[in-house]
């Protein structure tokens, strides 16, 4: 089973441009938030970057490796899990203009591949999920900003 969490947060006062660039420096996350505990960058292409993170999970630590597709016109990241710890992990991130404000949204699908136990552990992991996303977000654009979750729960594949 697939977990799927989205969560909004709205900036007031932001700029979309220095917001996205901010949120597209992967690398920068562990000094902004103790959810992350390394990300390591490569860059592939100008425009696609392999990131392989280490985030503190309820009580343990998640390590997987993605691919990320950055489109900076469209304000826009594409990721993939290419290996680690979830059996599907994919999602983006998109930052949008509204009003005097900026709006980040964060929507992501995974599967933990743990069928036996889904129902038991995919409702606790799509809220880790969506808190760790939360506590990422505030970490990068401060703790004043207003934050949806949107969703966070299993659905059928």
Known sequence: MECSVVVHALLPGADAQRTFDRLA?????????????TV???QLTPTQVESAWEVNFRKGILVWTE???ID???RRIDF???KGDFSVFTGSWLVVEEGDAVRVEFASRFDLGIASLASLIDPVACAALRDAVGDILRGLFGSDIEIDAIEAAPVAA
């Open 25 to 37: 420096d992967f690398g920068a996350y562990p000094e902004f938030t103790d959810a992350v505990r």
């Open 40 to 42: 390591a960058v490569t």
């Open 67 to 69: 691919r990320d597709d």
């Open 72 to 74: 900076p016109l469209a």
């Open 80 to 82: 993939a899990q290419t």
